[in-house]
């Protein structure tokens, strides 16, 4: 399996409030203004890099509030696969901290797993999301097939650790061999003092 990088450059979205007083910092994001701020990741069998079969995009077709989400396409032509979006979040350095990440999730087809991750490192493969790490915390989800926004949440109790920088990603895994699309919206990233 090759995985491999695409940066999503729509325009800037997501915004980002800097640790308050009580070290709390908030980061909301409706996909709005784009993807910018997100790198998108993908691990698809058989994708020799030129992106067949799967797309990660910003959409119009559905949304929670405002007028856009972010959409998650696999055609199911390469078996199973996972697509995640992943931006890093400023964080106080030798803190720990508890990293939330939720957010609205959509879909007509069953087939589909939501994953969501926080560490100190981008995720590097589809097996980041499967078991947590000293370094990370994964969560995965069945996502039920049905129009309907389904909520979607995960904590990770982020040690202590030098890092003024913690990584988070959002995405669907599909477990079966069929075509999946998946809308996420209203995504909140809280960093709270442990």
Known sequence: MRV???LVAVLVAGCASP??????????????????????GHAVPGDAGNASGWLVSRSYERAVEGNASA?????????????????????????????RLSLQA????????????AGFDPPGNAT?????APDHAAGRHALAAG????????????PTHGNATVWVALGLTTTEAARVVVFMDDVRIELQPA
Do not use: K
């Open 19 to 40: 640790p308050s007083p009580s070290g709390r910092a908030l980061v909301t994001d409706g996909f709005e203004a784009g993807l910018t701020v997100w790198g998108a």
């Open 71 to 99: 959409r998650f396409e696999v055609d199911g032509s390469h078996g199973t696969a996972t697509l995640w979006l992943q931006r890093p979040v400023p964080a106080a350095p030798d803190e720990a901290r508890d990293v």
């Open 128 to 132: 980041a999301f499967i078991a947590d």
């Open 4 to 6: 491999s990088w695409v």
């Open 106 to 117: 959509s879909s007509d087809a069953a087939g589909a797993d939501i994953v969501l991750y």
């Open 147 to 158: 129009s309907n926004w389904q909520p979607e949440a995960f904590t990770w109790a982020m």
